[in-house]
């Protein structure tokens, strides 16, 4: 079942439809209280939400879902015409795993919504992956340093766990940028390398594990593991 909680109706019926007639079972809602009076029922198994709402904003409704235990891992798509830079980090880091600016086609829609269910699916084994002194474990969204655990914003963790999957491995920025946050910025957005500064200082000595190598990308040292 896949949630869409937008107020243009014809944006919305066009999405349920589509949804419906694509393989999956959609549900749509033009308003959050409506949209949360059925989250009371039952959950689905996807959201696809817009920003711009009446009564509360989608920005702080992903935040709630985030802060609640039963809600944190429930895949959200972002649906918006707020398509900046700026706003695409605020949505990605307020915990979003997709963000699609419209206008939008119905295909693409469709083909992100399959691949967020695949990466999404149930059965994820509780592999550790570790470096100098890391433990990530990303069925459990888990990180210690140094046995100590580690707070993480939603982008940060998947960068932490891109990186640390493949020891040794460099990742051009454009790599770094399009597997963690699905898609390129622009050539002068000093989005990634604030996220790498940002965790390194959260990690404290282990987060030297991150290295950077200079006009390529980013890696984790292969002779910490």
Same mark, same amino acid.
């Given at each position: =079942? @896949?949630?869409? &909680?937008?107020?243009?109706?014809? *944006?919305?019926?066009? $999405?349920?439809?589509? #949804? +419906?007639?694509?393989?999956?079972?959609?549900?749509?809602?033009?308003?959050?209280?409506?949209?949360?009076?059925?989250?009371?029922?039952?959950?689905?198994? /996807? &959201?696809?939400?817009? %920003? =711009? #709402?009446?009564?509360?904003?989608? *920005?702080? %409704? /992903?935040?709630q879902?985030?802060?609640?235990p039963?809600?944190?891992?429930?895949? $959200? @798509?972002?649906l918006?015409a707020?398509?900046?830079?700026?706003?695409?980090? /605020?949505?990605?880091?307020?915990?979003?795993?997709?963000?699609?600016?419209?206008?939008?086609?119905? =295909?693409?829609?469709?083909?992100?919504? +399959?691949a #967020?269910?695949?990466?999404t699916?149930?059965?994820?084994?509780?592999?550790?992956?570790?470096?100098?002194?890391?433990?990530?474990c990303?069925?459990?969204?888990?990180v210690?340093?140094n046995?100590?655990? $580690?707070? &993480?914003t939603?982008?940060?963790f998947?960068?932490?766990?891109?990186? @640390?999957?493949?020891?040794?491995?460099?990742?051009?920025?454009?790599?770094?940028?399009?597997? $963690?946050?699905?898609?390129?910025?622009?050539?002068?957005?000093?989005?990634?390398?604030?996220?790498?500064?940002?965790?390194?200082?959260? /990690?404290?000595?282990?987060?030297s594990? %991150?290295?950077?190598?200079?006009?390529?990308?980013?890696? %984790?040292?292969? +002779?910490?593991?």
């Amino acid at each position: =079942m @896949i949630y869409v &909680l937008e107020d243009d109706n014809s *944006i919305r019926e066009l $999405v349920v439809y589509t #949804l +419906n007639h694509s393989g999956h079972e959609a549900q749509g809602f033009g308003l959050p209280s409506q949209f949360w009076a059925q989250m009371a029922k039952a959950a689905p198994d /996807l &959201l696809l939400l817009d %920003i =711009m #709402l009446p009564e509360q904003d989608g *920005i702080e %409704i /992903l935040k709630q879902l985030r802060a609640e235990p039963a809600t944190r891992k429930l895949p $959200v @798509i972002m649906l918006t015409a707020k398509g900046s830079e700026y706003d695409r980090v /605020l949505g990605l880091d307020s915990g979003a795993d997709d963000y699609i600016p419209k206008p939008f086609g119905m =295909m693409e829609l469709v083909a992100r919504v +399959n691949a #967020l269910l695949r990466r999404t699916a149930p059965g994820e084994q509780a592999v550790e992956y570790k470096a100098a002194g890391l433990t990530v474990c990303p069925a459990r969204h888990q990180v210690l340093a140094n046995g100590k655990p $580690v707070t &993480l914003t939603h982008k940060e963790f998947e960068l932490l766990s891109l990186l @640390i999957q493949s020891p040794g491995i460099v990742f051009t920025r454009e790599q770094l940028l399009r597997e $963690v946050w699905g898609y390129t910025f622009d050539a002068e957005s000093r989005t990634l390398d604030v996220h790498v500064r940002t965790l390194r200082q959260k /990690l404290g000595e282990c987060g030297s594990c %991150i290295e950077t190598v200079r006009g390529s990308g980013y890696r %984790i040292r292969e +002779n910490d593991q």
